[in-house]
């Protein structure tokens, strides 16, 4: 049930996070990824999940936007001055919460071919009812300060180097000021004065009171964006309940 | 803030229940239950002889199902059986609430009549009368879905697949419905085409808020268009949930199959 006291200031949170894949097509085989995992991001915070490749980070990231669906646990989220469980409202409210509320930037750009790179930017601002000049000249700033050059911003970005199209994506990710903001890898492939940028980017979020949830490969974003880390992964090995426990879990 | 940002509750537009469908003893669909809400997009998804398109056409008032109901959230009379409606009244609710975009631009769009013609047609139907606001409107639905005006008065036999299919859903929405039922609607184009004719789409549906149920079998489609998905199997829904977790989490044995068998380019 949604508390209503001390949620303030803690714009997402997640209570018991459970994931398990299976793999019916590989002989049924299971992935136990993470367990009974808590986190809470507060209002002004940039949290950075942190531990070795295949701890689940992706996947906790993932399971924050309800893009992977956990098999127990609350990803509470405040929205419209309440809280919601991100797991079990109708789909329609899921959309209209990653529309006004919660921001992701994920590591590849998946849209439609042959749009525009600024309209692809535009998008998500014009969607939350910004008008189109105001979201036009938004997107052109953002496309600016990350260094896109001018003559692309008219092209569709299938052609762009990966660089490029990441920095699309970011700045479609940052053209809402979305108080809940998740950033998978935003600076894989960026170089270092973009990086810088995207660090900017992060900061002024963060003056805004964003809660944002990150994983930064790179040591300098992260120590430049990471107000502190969050373990992923360790605990499981340790912990790994008796079979009919965890299948009471689920 | 657009309208729909101040929605806090939204009012069910299609409420589907239990609506199964066979032919003799072969299964169309079985037990089939939803709810959709205004400007929600429905992709269903499954391969050949799933029941796909016959619950489109179940949904649609095309064929009657065996058992089940299907609501509908009628502007003067709130939710309705359209199984309960008589053929007059199911036709003017088909003409002026509900879209039907068929995967053959020939089955929805009349070959021998001028593409302004086809526009007009939808709303003469439904009292318009003015020649000049007619073929205004027209011009307007060609502009959106981006067909040359010159082409006003031609016959779509001459047009390509491509935009035959955008006129169809160009005489499709010029009355506004507020649910468009679509099946395959990029089936038979070239993939050079699928590309503009969804970009299209996505705009238009986001625009005007309709709400829309897409049958097809390329996950590609419901992926950019769909915001929630049903995925079928022999008659049943075994899977559903947003788009884009389905695809990129499936649970189900079958959904798993389908999303690892497309093939990556």
Known sequence: MPARMNTKDIPLQARGLTKRFILHTQGGTEIPVFDGIDLKVASAECVCLHGPSGAGKSTLLRSLYANYKPDAGKILVQ????????????????????????????????????????????????MNGVDA??????????????????????????????????????????????PVLLLDEPTASLDDANRLTVVELIDEAK???AAIVGIFHDGGVREAAADRLFEVGQPLVQKRLPNTAAEAAA | MTAAAKVATRRILLDVRGVSKSYGGQVGCLDVSFALYPGEVLGIVGESGSGKSTLLACLAGRLAPDTGSIAYDTKE????????LSE???????????????QNPRDGIRMDVSAGGNIGERPMSI??????????????????????????DDKPRTFSG??????????????????????????????????????????LVHELGIAAIIVTHDLA????????????????????????????????????????SVLQV
């Open chain 2, 127 to 152: 009292g318009a009368r003015h020649y000049g606001k007619i073929r205004a409107e027209a011009h307007e639905w060609l502009n959106k879905v981006e067909i040359d005006l010159a082409r006003t």
């Open chain 2, 221 to 260: 489609v419901v992926r950019l268009l769909a915001d929630r998905l049903m995925v079928m199997q022999r008659g049943r829904v075994i899977e559903e949930g947003l788009t884009d977790q389905v695809l990129d989490d499936p649970h189900q044995p079958y959904t798993q199959l389908l999303v690892s």
């Open chain 2, 77 to 84: 009379r709130g939710l309705v059986d359209i199984l309960s």
């Open chain 1, 207 to 209: 003056v805004r009171g």
């Open chain 2, 162 to 203: 491509g935009m035959q299919q955008r006129l169809q859903i160009a005489r499709n929405l010029v009355t506004r419905p507020r649910l468009v039922f679509m099946d395959e609607p990029t089936g038979g184009l070239d993939v050079s085409v699928q590309a503009k004719l969804l970009d299209v789409l996505r705009g």
């Open chain 2, 88 to 102: 007059p009244e199911r036709r003017r609710l088909a003409r002026t609430d509900w879209g039907i975009v068929h």
């Open chain 1, 79 to 126: 929205h419209d001055g309440s809280m919601v469980d991100l797991l079990a409202v109708e789909p329609w409210e899921v959309i209209e919460i990653r529309r006004r509320t919660i921001g992701y930037v994920s590591q590849f750009l998946h849209v439609i071919p042959r749009v525009p790179a600024l309209n692809i930017v535009a998008a998500p601002a014009i």
């Open chain 1, 133 to 178: 000049d105001t979201a036009y000249s938004a997107a052109r700033t953002l496309l600016s300060r990350l260094r896109i050059p001018e003559r692309l911003w008219s092209l569709a970005p299938a052609t762009f180097s990966g660089g490029e199209q990441q920095r699309v994506n970011i700045a479609r990710g940052f053209i809402v000021e979305y």
